[in-house]
């Protein structure tokens, strides 16, 4: 079996079929070090927060962080995963019904309990800094603001409601990758550096790979796990895929100030703003068509962490303003303003970032490709092409799915009994013409 891609979802897969099913002649290809395209540049937060049409996704979810702490433990926590949780925040009291309604739907459909939080004795518990077991799954919903600045005080005056969700927190993505990546290794996967250049298919099967140096590798079953070029792959097999891929960025920042508190959950500003630029920022933005829209109102969701241990100052914060849909190019285009403007959305949150306009500390700006479905859920499965498999269009979930995605692929490619989840990932799903009528009146809301 050939696994095209080493990023984390072909690595993932590597290690459920060899370490764990005990299947052999593994073959991973890439064309770069493993982990190294998207990989390693994502915010390695996970959540089982997915409010959606249905509990899908939540299950999928939560058979992957069932799995993440499964791999913490046999790793003697390795990658560091935490349970901090995500802090949705907002300062629109009027979004709350519709919040609270969401929520009480997601806990019916599997994410855990929803515990409300509606007077300043409440009986909060905040989330450790450190370690996973032991903590609540589900949400608080925090309303009482005395509360709410009690546990976060360093947040806006604006804020009026959190909601804290709990199976949540972060990991390192690279340590989580290069354990699966040693351990199928030490059970018999080679990888082999190579650019795949064409599929050959006939008679409806996939045959063989041929690679850029000339060679050619015969298939008999083949997983296509390459990221953003998940598409053009798949059209060499005459599969027409509905995946865009859309930009991100992610920036890295010494927060040599202590603005954002070492101990906190992911904080995520969940209303759209306007950013306070001055006459001459204004102005200055108003002259080109790519800066305009930044004079205007902006979408929600900027979101900051902080990033190492405890004498470490870096943080990590994104916002996802401008995410154009584009043909994926690496290195990735750059957006010389995305520091300034994300740094600025965070002061909704915590308004103590202004102390940064004058002077932006060290700043890094990387990125990558989210691959996105149109109902924004990923592609695992057989194709119609016998032999072919997908393992992909994992979107800005990518690390949080990867146990949970490479599992069912390993049932698909060895006969096991699949979960009850499978076919709402199934890439052939869009064939039913009552599934695309459904899927056109999905909203996703919840997505960073
Ligand atoms: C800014 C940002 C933030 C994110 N934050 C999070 C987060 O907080 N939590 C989360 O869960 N996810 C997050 N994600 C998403 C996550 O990073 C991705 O979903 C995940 O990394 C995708 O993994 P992959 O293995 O599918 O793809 P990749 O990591 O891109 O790996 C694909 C591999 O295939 C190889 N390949 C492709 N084509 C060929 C070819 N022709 N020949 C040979 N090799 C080939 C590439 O070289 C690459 O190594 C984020 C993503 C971004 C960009």
């Not at 249905?54 to 433990?73: P, T, V």
């Not at 907002?90 to 709350?96: I, Q, S, V």
Request: hydrophobic share 40%; charged share 25%.
């Amino acid at each position: 079996m050939l696994i095209l891609g080493a990023g984390i979802a072909g690595v993932s897969l590597a290690y459920h079929l060899a370490v764990r099913r005990g299947v052999r002649n593994i073959l991973l290809l890439d064309e770069r070090p493993p982990l190294t395209l998207t990989s390693d540049k994502s915010t390695e937060a996970y959540r089982n927060w997915w409010p959606g049409p249905d509990g899908a996704m939540i299950a999928l979810m939560n058979r992957s962080i069932d799995l993440l702490e499964e791999l913490a433990e046999e790793s003697a926590e390795r990658f560091h995963l935490n349970r901090r949780g995500y802090l949705f925040v907002t300062g629109r009291a009027e979004r709350l019904a519709r919040w609270r309604a969401t929520a009480e739907r997601a806990s019916r459909m599997g994410a855990g309990a929803l515990r409300l939080h509606e007077s300043a004795s409440g009986e909060y518990r905040p989330a450790p800094a450190e370690g996973w077991r032991g903590q609540p799954d589900g949400a608080d919903l925090i309303t009482d603001r005395a509360l709410l600045r009690r546990h976060y005080p360093s947040l806006s005056e604006r804020a009026v409601a959190a909601l804290h969700v709990r199976r949540a927190g972060w990991l390192s993505a690279q340590q989580l990758g290069m354990y699966l990546l040693e351990r199928a290794r030490a059970a018999g996967v080679e990888f082999h550096r190579g650019r795949v250049t064409r599929l050959a298919h006939s008679r409806n099967r996939v045959r063989a790979v041929h690679l850029e140096d000339g060679s050619r590798i015969p298939v008999e079953r083949l997983v296509l796990a390459p990221g953003p070029f998940l598409r053009p792959l798949a059209a060499q097999l005459g599969v027409d895929l509905p995946v865009v891929t859309e930009r991100h960025c992610k920036v890295a920042f010494e927060d040599h100030l202590g603005v954002i508190p070492r101990d906190v959950p992911l904080l995520i500003w969940s209303d759209s703003q306007k950013l306070d630029w001055t006459p001459e920022e204004r102005a200055f933005l108003e002259e080109a068509e790519d800066t305009r829209p930044l004079n205007g109102l902006l979408p929600s969701g900027v979101h900051t962490r902080p990033e190492g241990g405890a004498d470490s100052r870096s943080a990590v914060a994104l916002w996802e303003y401008h995410t154009p849909v584009e043909e994926p190019v690496f290195p990735l285009p750059q957006d010389d303003l995305y520091p300034e403007v994300t740094l600025r959305g965070l002061e909704a949150i915590l308004p103590a970032m202004r102390t940064y306009r004058e002077y932006l500390p060290r700043p890094a700006v990387d990125g990558g490709y989210y691959v996105k479905t149109p109902e924004n859920r990923p592609l695992v499965g057989p194709l119609p092409v016998e032999g072919a498999y997908l393992l992909g269009a994992l979107s800005g979930y990518g690390i949080m799915a990867s146990q949970g995605a490479a599992d069912l692929l390993a049932a698909h490619l060895t006969g096991e009994s699949l979960p009850p989840y499978a076919p709402a990932f199934h890439p052939r799903r869009y064939e039913d013409p009552a599934y695309r009528r459904k899927l056109a009146s999905w909203r996703d809301d919840w997505q960073l």
